[in-house]
């Protein structure tokens, strides 16, 4: 028996088996899974060349060490194998376009599709190292990126352990919506974990115990049947004097279903990135369309609150490359990426417009730090809107518009921005970073990153007043409003609902 630590404290609270996953920060992990997918597909790909000499000269490219070697550059730049082939794809065809051949130009479809290929391969199911965990694992790994967590059956493990992250580092988010603990930045778990042995993950401790005596598990036993027996956030809810709603997030239309059957009143935070993340190209009008009116359908009478594309940064997307971001969360990201790119954001404002006409939904524009941004989003909204009129296609306006409130200026312009929309959201995580200077990623600077600090609190308070003085809606949807005792504090500060990951 030993334990390990990390500064980042939780509420997560575990007991299992580990199951180590790959390890996506070394070069040689990394390799072996891009290697496997790369040899997938050229194993497909020479049955298919007996066939169709367009195969053939597929192969050629995938055999070919520049495609290879592009991967493993964008791959060692940080990026994860998904987005690297990605990139890689997109900096292949631009060399071949520039060139004044038309043979070559033509080839630039074949690289997109062998690329095409192998992202299927890496996000498929039939290479997933993840089909061997069982109900009541605990996965260990250095990180966990969104791109992973969608190769895992999330009913089955019961823990994350990770070296990298913080609290709200998106497997943290991921996890409790599925009601899985998770614990980040245990350094070394990694390499003094083996597969098979027994694991105790205390949160609150920020300890995780490996291989446990009798007497230790018998004690965590205990405390596990003690939890599962405390108030959860719907209880808290439904104990308050004051009238506050429960909502879900939500990452895919199965959480949704999920939230609503659990008793959510709707859905405050719908993260529409997680459609875009692994997706290359992007996702067009048409299959955004049907996934939103999916999800409208899915709340049945309930608003359905859609955060448009929230990418950069921590969530980086296969099909839209953000280069030269020294400092990426506070680079092009949320907003500023929609903004940049119109056509993309246009995409998807007219997918969300078609799919109104199910009638409950709400439009919530992420990052938001200046009222320009807001007033352009608007704009926008309207010129789709106008457009989608035009050429006939049936189309309705959103119940309401609202923005996430997690830049501290949003927070010092919270009665102008008040003006301009009818409801805040205020994204804690965020929020948090901002304020206090304090990557949410980062578990050096864990013991920094407190949702709880008074300062976090003040701009919380500021918000909720300035949005009581203008009526308009107030709700968090940060990771805050999923943790029992800082969901108690929140109500009596006067939000009016509470989106939680779990309830
Ligand atoms: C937040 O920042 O609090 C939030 C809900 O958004 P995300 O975690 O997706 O950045
Ligand atoms: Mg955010």
């Known amino acids: 028996m030993f334990t390990l630590t990390t500064s980042v404290r939780c509420d997560a609270l575990a007991m299992g088996n580990a199951f180590l996953a790959g390890r996506p920060e070394n070069s040689s992990g990394r ?73 070559l130009k033509a080839r630039g479809d074949d690289v997109r599709d062998v690329c095409k290929r192998i992202t299927q391969c890496l996000t498929g199911s039939s290479n997933n190292d993840f089909n061997d965990v069982r109900e009541g694992d605990i996965i260990v790994a250095e990180e966990l990126l969104p791109s992973d967590t969608a190769l895992i059956d999330l009913s089955l493990p019961s823990g994350f352990i990770t070296s990298k992250g913080s609290i709200t580092s998106h497997v943290c988010i991921i996890a409790r919506q599925h009601s899985i603990s998770a614990i980040t930045g245990v350094k070394d778990c990694y390499s003094l974990i083996h597969n098979g042995d027994t694991l105790i993950i205390d949160g609150s401790k920020g300890i995780v115990i490996v291989n446990p005596d009798g007497q230790t598990i018998r004690q965590y036993q205990d405390i596990l049947k003690r939890r599962s027996a405390s108030p959860c956030i719907a209880e808290l809810i439904r104990s308050s004097s004051r009238k506050v709603k429960l909502m879900g997030n939500a990452g895919n239309l199965e959480d949704i279903h999920k939230a609503i059957s659990d008793g959510a009143e709707g859905i405050g935070l719908f993260r529409t990135e997680f459609i875009f993340l692994s997706s290359n190209p992007l996702p067009d009008e048409e299959e955004q369309y049907s996934i939103y009116l999916q999800a409208a359908y899915a709340c049945r009478n309930y608003p359905l609150t859609i955060r448009t594309m929230d990418i950069g940064a921590d969530k980086p997307v296969a099909g839209l490359e953000i280069k030269g971001q020294e400092n990426p969360f506070l680079g092009l990201r949320g907003i500023r990426v929609s903004l940049q790119y119109e056509d993309i954001f246009k995409t998807q404002l007219r997918a969300i417009l078609r799919a109104s006409v199910a009638g409950n939904i709400r439009v919530m524009f992420p990052m938001i730090s200046s009222i320009e941004e807001i007033r352009r989003c608007k704009v926008l909204l309207d010129i789709c809107f106008d457009e989608l009129n035009k050429e006939g296609i049936p189309c309705s306006y959103p119940q309401s518009i609202g923005i996430m409130v997690e830049t501290p200026a949003s927070v010092l312009m919270a009665d102008e921005f008040a003006e301009e929309v009818s409801f805040f959201s205020i994204g804690t995580n965020d929020l948090t970073q901002y304020i206090l200077a304090a990557d949410r990623g980062n578990s050096s600077v864990a013991t920094l990153y407190n949702s709880s600090d008074p300062a976090v609190l003040k701009a919380i308070q500021i918000t909720i007043d300035a949005a009581r003085r203008h009526n308009i809606e107030i709700c968090v949807c940060g990771e805050m409003a999923s943790d029992p005792s800082c969901a108690k504090l929140l109500i009596s500060m006067g939000i009016d609902s509470l989106s939680c990951s779990s309830f």
Request: glycine share 4%; hydrophobic share 45%.
């Open 31 to 103: 390799a072996s899974s891009l290697t496997t997918a790369l040899e997938k597909v050229g194993e497909d790909l020479k049955l298919l060349a007996e066939k169709n000499d367009i195969f053939a000269a597929q192969l050629e490219i995938l055999q070919d060490p520049l495609l290879e070697d592009t991967i493993k550059e964008f791959i060692d730049s940080g990026q994860n194998e998904v987005a690297a082939v990605g990139s890689a794809s997109a900096a292949i065809v631009s060399e071949f376009e520039a060139i004044d051949d038309e043979y």
